[in-house]
């Protein structure tokens, strides 16, 4: 047994189906953790929640010909996250994160709250990747510190900057503080795209801004905070912000920005169950997931260990 597989529970539900365990190009696990949410908790219920939505909506990609049914994925279950403890399991996250990363795997976690990103980005570091990330969010979760806690949802991306010095892109940012919005525009390393400027720029115009940006970078890591959707398409987040992307612009976005041959992971996070209409929130959840996937799935699969 590895000492990744001894942080993993495998769960009843996989996402669409796909094989409990073993090998594969994309390797799915759920990080049900939500400890440090200061609105609307209950983060941790998503992993089963997304799994669930995606046994129940058609296996075909919105905007692309192909079906996620063709995708080489496999759904190793939740991290046994430590309730309680963002160190202990952000560890944890990270110990995973570097175990299927080492194995030329891709990892897609599902959140859980957006903290996760700095344990995925942590493991992928240890595995001797470098990776860039393009986050849709509609916050920059740049702040010092949130309520006097330095590791937390509202600072996960300061940290990411201070351990890793990479670059962040953003898009779909419309909700933040003074010092946030100064570490943003002074910041060589950052870059952004609010979301009224992604209704000006487009899907394309957007794409090429963001790969513009990151053009040096060796790897590419894509964060998806479900609140980067207006809330009338995702009402069941953390912390909803009127004004955010609607489905019809964000999956061919979300599409093409997958389809970098420099994908080195994905995640997913901030569907808050208990707080969500009709599960609407997590079946456009599980279908952004799928789209990502079939979009990264030609261009990855040439490198299938």
Known sequence: ????????????????????????????????????????????????????????????????????????????????????????????VAIVTHYIASRNFIPVLVGGEHTITLGAVRGLVRAGLKPCLIVLDAHFDLRSDYLGVKYSHATV???????????????????????????????????????????????????????????DCENIYLSIDMDFYDPAFAPGVANPEPGGASPIKALPLIAQLASDERLVGIDLVEVAPPHDCSDITSVLAAKTLQQALIAAWPVKGERRA
């Open 1 to 92: 047994m590895s000492i990744a597989e001894l942080y993993l529970v495998k769960q009843p539900l996989t996402f669409f189906g796909s094989p409990q365990g073993g090998d594969a190009r994309f390797i799915v696990v759920g990080v049900p953790f939500d400890s440090t949410s200061s609105y609307r908790s209950g983060q941790r219920f998503a992993p089963r929640a997304i799994r669930e939505a995606s046994l129940n909506i058609e296996a075909n990609g919105f905007s692309l010909s192909g079906s996620v049914d063709n995708v080489s994925m496999s759904d190793w279950g939740d991290v046994a996250v430590v309730h309680g403890s963002t160190q202990q399991t952000l560890d944890r």
């Open 157 to 215: 991306m300061k940290r990411v900057l201070e351990e890793t010095q990479t670059k962040i892109f953003y898009i779909g940012v419309r909700a933040y503080e003074a010092e946030e919005v100064k570490i943003a525009d002074e910041v060589e390393s950052v870059d952004y795209v609010t979301s009224w400027n992604l209704e000006v720029l487009g899907v394309s115009g957007t794409v090429v801004k963001a790969r513009s940006a990151l053009s």
